[in-house]
Structure formats: C-alpha cells, structure tokens
C-alpha cells in the first residue's frame, strides 16, 4: 500500500490523474497533508466521501508513530521516539532556538560510517528511511509541538548518513522545499555527510536536488587522526575531500559548515588547530567550521576536552582568521546531543497524547 508522503509533488499530482479524478485533488492533498498537517483523512472536509474511502482503502497517510519522548531540564530540547512499520525505531530531536525552532531528523535505521565517536554506529546499518519516514518526522513533530511553534529550519544530522540514502533524502528535501508542500527555505536546510566524496558530487551536479546548505564531518586535521576515528576516511581521503570541497559550485551566500568533534587528546591539541587552519588554507571564505565538544555515550573511549582546551582551539582558528564557532550540543540531559542518538528495543505499544499532555510540552 502506498504512502502518499513518499510522492514529490509532480508525482502526487500523476498520481491524482491516475484515479481518474481532476488535477485540483493534488493541490487539496498537499494542503491538508503538509499545510494542516491533517492526522488523518477524515479531516479532509472538502474531499467527497467517495474519496476518503478510496484513501482509507488504499494508501497510508502516516508513516511513523510515537511511542514516547524525553524533554530537556537544561534546554528544552525535546528527544521523540518513532516506531516505523516494521518495528525499528529512530529518534528525531526538536531544538528551541533564540528565535526559531530546528528539528534534527534521522535518515536511516542504525548507520554503517563507523565513526568510534558516534553511538548510532553501535547496531550497525539497519536499513534505509523511505521518504515518508523523513518527511513524516518533522510533520508529526509539528503536530505533537503545535502549530504555533512552527519548525523553520531542518538539520539531517540524525541517526544515520543522509548521502548514503541518496534517492530518499533528495526527494524528502523537495517536499520540504516545495512552495505548494511543506515550503521551507533552501536555505534553512542543511545535510551532513560524513564524506562521501562521489556523493557529495553527485548531490551538487544533480539538478533536481535542491542546493541546501552542506555540513561535512572532518573531526581531524590529518589522514592519520581521521582514519583512526572515522574509518571511512580510507577511501574517501582528507585530501580528495578537501579538493572536492573547493570545487563545488557555490551559490552566492552559501559556506560549506566543516564539523569537527574536539576529542580530549586525540584531535583538541594546539598543533591540531594549526593543522586544520593550514588544511583549509587561503579559501577561508568558502568554509566555516563548527567546533563541537565530545559527547560521552555508554561505552565510549574518550573523553570531552574541558572549556579552557576548547577555547584555545577556537582562539588559534581565529587568528587565521577563520570563521569558527563553539557548539555546544543541546539535550545531553536526555541523550539527544550530537553523536547520542541510536536505536532502541521497545515494548510493542504506542503513546497516547491528550491536547493538554501536549501543551506541557511547549
């Protein structure tokens, strides 16, 4: 059975065709699905009972179901727990900002990288999230967050890596992107890649993938330190990385977000600083680097660098004048920062929210 959110727009309108009903229905869906956020077809006022009964029959409108959620004393920042159809489970990570709130999404089940600073590597690759699945994440979060609190800016820096599932993740980005669906900006979307460099290329000379804002994990300064802690770097270099990074077509206003998680000892050192400087070199416009303090998970070998280490890492970026800053993960109270996310085993129920239940969220 279908997944009407598994449809870009073009499809959802052959698709329409294909009933036999006219054009206009595509345009009554996508505002019910993704404007109303509709939680089921029998909000679907303005469509006959004929074709309610023809959706309810024949295709599914949700894709993923809460099962429970976590909220930050620190930060509000809200963990949701989704179970998919055939029983796995991902997480998905709702963040306040100062002025706008950010939701981080999951792309696969599990994540086959094997980044040793990570703790969604731990269960290995799964399986891919269909489009729905992506999608379904940031509009059954807005329901469960209300409307009010609209979600303007979408991070694919979930469990899992986003390029890996390419044909998934470039049509989820075109329903987010697409006015007559759920009409984010372009440039309030951003898709973290470990580095896959043949990915990353394939992403920039594809012209039906929309040009969101790119976040490359680096977290070294040197071949050595990055294949130790993130294996993939075998086959796709630093080096090759880096040249394919400086050639990438940019649009005007657009810099590529270099992450580097500071590892006590093992990539935080002043040396390692100076390194990263002189791997970015003279196009220091085209790079911004995002600095993000380890994040410990059960099991780990290391050790998050204290405030005095990170500062002085930061200072020494910035007199290369390099545009670099501190993030401090939100949601560590609950498991949700960078790196903590990973699959869980739960009892086979689901979550039921009362309005009030709710509001206490927001």
């Known amino acids: ?23 206009f229905r595509a345009k009554q869906l996508s505002k019910w699905i ?101 999608v379904d994440q940031y509009i059954q979060t807005q329901r469960f967050v209300g409307l009010d609190k609209r979600i303007s800016n979408v991070v694919f820096m979930g469990m ?22 759920l009409g984010l900006s372009n440039r309030k979307i951003t898709i973290s890649s470990s580095g896959i460099i043949h990915q990353i290329k394939r992403m920039y000379e594809d012209p039906s993938f929309p040009q969101v804002r790119l976040a490359v994990s680096l977290n070294a300064s040197d071949q050595k330190t990055r294949e130790e802690i993130m294996p993939i770097s075998q086959t796709n270099s630093i080096e090759d990385l880096m040249e394919t990074l400086n050639s990438l077509p940019m649009k005007t206003g657009y810099r590529i977000m270099l992450e580097y998680v500071l590892i006590k000892d093992i990539n935080d050192r002043p040396e390692d600083a100076h390194k990263l400087a002189r ?5 220091k416009k085209r790079f911004k680097v995002n600095l993000i303090p380890f994040n410990p998970f059960p099991g780990s070998p290391y050790q998050r660098p204290d405030e005095e280490r990170v500062n002085r890492f930061h200072k020494i970026l910035w007199q290369y ?35 009030k239940e709710s509001l206490e969220m927001n």
């Open 321 to 355: 004048n390099i545009g670099a800053f501190v993030r401090w993960s939100k949601g560590k109270d609950i498991s949700a920062a960078c790196g903590q996310l990973r699959k869980k085993e739960i009892a086979n129920k689901s979550v039921q929210f009362t309005k």
């Open 279 to 283: 791997l970015i070199g003279k196009n």
């Open 34 to 134: 993704y404007t109303k956020k509709a939680g089921s077809y029998d909000e679907m006022t303005d469509l006959s009972k004929e074709i309610r009964s023809y959706l309810k029959d024949n295709t599914k409108l949700n894709a993923v179901e809460l099962i429970t959620y976590e909220k930050s004393k620190e930060d509000g920042s809200i963990k949701l727990l989704w179970r998919l159809e055939d029983g796995h489970t991902v997480e998905t990570v709702f963040i306040p900002e100062k002025d706008h709130y950010t939701l981080c999404v999951s792309t696969q089940v599990g994540c086959a990288v094997g980044c040793t600073f990570c703790f969604t590597t731990k269960d290995g690759l799964i399986r891919n999230l269909t489009t729905a699945e992506i």
């Open 1 to 23: 059975m279908i997944n009407l959110k598994d449809f870009n727009y073009p499809e959802l309108e052959k698709w329409v065709r294909k009933q036999g009903w006219k054009k």
């Open 160 to 181: 899992g890596e986003p390029l890996a599932n390419y044909d998934n993740v470039k049509k989820a980005v075109q329903i987010m992107t697409d006015e007559r669906m």
